[in-house]
């Protein structure tokens, strides 16, 4: 995804995130423009030292506080919204306002600014949108329901997918796109509570010594469709250099099994650790993969190999953790 962009000035919503971070330090290694990061902490994995840089502490649902950005760069050259809410399906389930409420509200704040200012809107959705299904199509997802298990987190962003969807028949507005990508995961990910599968293993595996037990949920035959953090980063920046109207997925279009996964993050550590499968909790659904054929016939398809994806996230944790025990 070679390509650089031009431009002054960039917005970038959840700065803070796991996609969100990627973004922000590809776009500050471009002196030429002006990176504007929003989120409600600051990620100490920021860009540092950078003049082109600026962070603002802002909460997404505060409508006046939005639209006082806006109207602060009323020149903005486009937005990145990787705000979202991220955690695991027991947290979706039992606090499924954590999801609904922030989601709703920031993105329709989003959504109505840059409508408002003629400003393209990359927009990051999700996996979850989709109902179970062998593949994920991009044209199927309003003629379904989405899964039991992402019931919550699914409407928190189909409801803004939706919002755009009315701009576009009421205002006749497509200065967006919408992307959905599989299951994220990368080296600035959320390894504490409420993690993600791959983060979650991670720590595991690092936390272990030789010859200790990994505890994994289901029998491990479940497969997902796993797409780096980086790759997710460039489409979204190319998406934003090329302004069309689109709504694709971000995917592998590979199954990978949660044994597959937990053996690969076991074989980078280079630990001997035995896993164990507690058949007692829920696997998920059986298979999410993306169909990657419109992904692809619109230029967008960029795969990074699982298990390098998975060394690089794994010893850079690695590396973050061993340097606070020093």
Excluded at 95 to 109: R, W
Excluded at 112 to 121: A, G, I, P, R, V
Excluded at 169 to 195: K, M, T
């Amino acid at each position: 995804m070679g390509s650089i962009l031009m431009e002054r000035k960039i917005l970038v919503t959840g700065c803070s995130g796991l996609v969100g971070i990627e973004v922000c330090m590809t776009l500050a290694h471009n002196r030429n423009i002006h990176v504007i990061g929003v989120d409600i902490k600051r990620n100490k994995y920021l860009p540092n030292g950078f003049d082109n840089f600026t962070y603002y502490n802002l909460d997404l649902t505060d409508k006046k506080a939005v639209d006082s950005l806006f109207e602060q760069y009323p020149d903005l050259d486009g937005v990145i919204n990787c705000f979202g809410i991220k955690g695991s399906p027991i947290r979706a389930k039992e606090k499924p306002l954590d999801f609904l409420e922030p989601s709703i509200k920031g993105n329709i704040n989003i959504i109505e600014n840059c409508y408002k200012h003629d400003t393209f809107l990359v927009f990051l959705s999700s996996v979850g949108v989709y109902e179970p299904a062998e593949e994920f199509v991009e044209d199927t997802v309003w003629k379904t329901l989405p899964s039991p298990h992402d019931w919550f987190p699914s409407w928190s962003k189909r409801i803004p997918e939706l919002y755009l969807d009315a701009y576009k028949v009421q205002h006749n507005w497509e200065g967006y796109c919408i992307l959905r990508p599989a299951n994220i995961f990368g080296v600035n990910d959320n390894f504490g509570e409420g993690s993600t599968v791959i983060a979650a293993t991670i720590k595991k595996v690092y936390d272990s010594n030789k010859g200790d037990e990994i505890i994994v949920w289901g029998d491990g035959k479940s497969t997902r469709d796993f797409v780096y953090s980086r790759v997710v980063s460039d489409i979204c920046i190319k998406c934003l250099e090329d302004k069309r109207y689109l709504i694709s997925n971000i995917g592998s279009g590979v199954d990978i099994s949660i044994e597959e996964m937990v053996k690969t993050v076991i074989d980078v550590s280079e630990k001997d650790l035995k896993i164990v499968y507690d058949t007692s909790k829920p696997n998920g659904d059986r298979k999410r993969r993306m169909s990657v054929k419109n992904q692809k016939e619109l230029r967008l398809y960029h795969h990074i190999p699982f298990k390098e994806a998975v060394c690089e996230s794994y010893l850079t944790y690695k590396e973050r953790q061993d340097e606070q025990t020093r």
